[in-house]
């Protein structure tokens, strides 16, 4: 477990619009957010394959995406006790982007998401010395040990779509996001985090806490 006076090493926080949002782009969210989706989409993960026929036969081509980095980092600090920092820095600016595209789904922000701004959504996370802060071995079962926090997050996940649905009917007739339906949201967003951060992308050893606070 983490002390209790040091902050936990993934952290995360979205301002809150005390200002009208747009009702427009609100009541067709679903909608506005399909271009950057894709765009996520891309840089995720996923293999896409096109196929044209000529006279001279059949032409494949296929391109691949990326993700974040899972196994890698798992076998550089399980063999070599290392955490390549370009790894650390993709995983980090894509775990950035997703949320920004969450929170502007989740209508957090009327602002659309940047590729590279962080606009209202703060994601940070230490750069771990894994030959140091990191169990060489850990990363084998993190994955399993964080099984208590799937279920958990389950049923928070259902809360917060409807939390979300809420928070659509209100802001389409006052302009206003519920503050306390806000906070839940965030909160929610911010155990996803942490549960990535120790689980699958492994940069702390510190167990997340079940908590929906900083």
Same mark, same amino acid.
């Given at each position: 477990?983490?002390?209790?006076?040091?902050?936990?090493?993934?952290?995360?926080?979205?301002?809150?619009?005390? /200002?009208?949002?747009? /009702?427009?782009?609100?009541?067709?969210? @679903?909608?506005?957010?399909?271009? @950057?989706? #894709?765009?996520?989409?891309?840089?995720?993960?996923?293999?896409?394959?096109?196929?044209?026929?000529? $006279?001279?036969?059949?032409?494949?081509?296929?391109? $691949?995406?990326? $993700?974040?980095?899972?196994?890698?980092?798992?076998?550089?600090?399980?063999? !070599? !006790?290392?955490?390549? =920092? &370009? &790894?650390?820095? &993709?995983? %980090?600016? %894509?775990? /950035?982007?997703?949320?920004?595209?969450?929170?502007?789904?989740?209508?957090?922000?009327? !602002?659309?998401?940047?590729?590279?701004?962080?606009?209202?959504?703060?994601?940070?996370?230490?750069?771990?010395?894994?030959?140091?802060? %990191?169990? !060489?071995? *850990?990363?084998?079962?993190?994955? %399993?040990?964080?099984?208590?926090?799937?279920?958990? *997050?389950?049923?928070?996940?259902?809360?917060?779509? #409807?939390?979300?649905?809420?928070? &659509?009917?209100? @802001?389409?007739?006052? $302009? =206003?996001?519920? /503050?306390?339906?806000?906070?839940?949201?965030?909160?929610? #967003?911010?155990?996803?985090?942490?549960?990535?951060?120790?689980?699958? @992308?492994?940069?702390?050893?510190?167990?997340?806490?079940?908590?929906?606070?900083?």
């Amino acid at each position: 477990m983490t002390d209790q006076q040091s902050p936990y090493p993934v952290r995360f926080s979205v301002g809150y619009p005390d /200002r009208p949002l747009s /009702r427009l782009t609100t009541f067709f969210r @679903i909608v506005t957010v399909i271009p @950057i989706a #894709i765009v996520l989409g891309a840089v995720s993960g996923g293999t896409w394959q096109w196929s044209s026929s000529s $006279g001279s036969g059949t032409r494949d081509a296929v391109v $691949g995406a990326g $993700g974040l980095l899972v196994a890698g980092p798992l076998l550089m600090i399980l063999f !070599r !006790r290392k955490y390549p =920092r &370009w &790894w650390f820095d &993709w995983n %980090l600016e %894509l775990l /950035r982007f997703s949320n920004r595209v969450g929170v502007y789904l989740a209508l957090m922000d009327d !602002r659309y998401p940047s590729t590279d701004d962080q606009q209202s959504v703060r994601l940070d996370i230490d750069y771990p010395d894994a030959g140091t802060d %990191l169990n !060489r071995w *850990l990363p084998l079962v993190k994955w %399993l040990l964080a099984v208590p926090h799937y279920i958990v *997050l389950f049923f928070l996940d259902i809360a917060m779509v #409807i939390m979300v649905v809420l928070a &659509w009917f209100a @802001i389409v007739l006052t $302009g =206003r996001y519920p /503050r306390a339906a806000f906070d839940f949201a965030e909160g929610v #967003i911010r155990w996803h985090n942490r549960v990535v951060g120790y689980a699958f @992308i492994m940069v702390t050893d510190a167990y997340p806490p079940f908590s929906l606070r900083p």
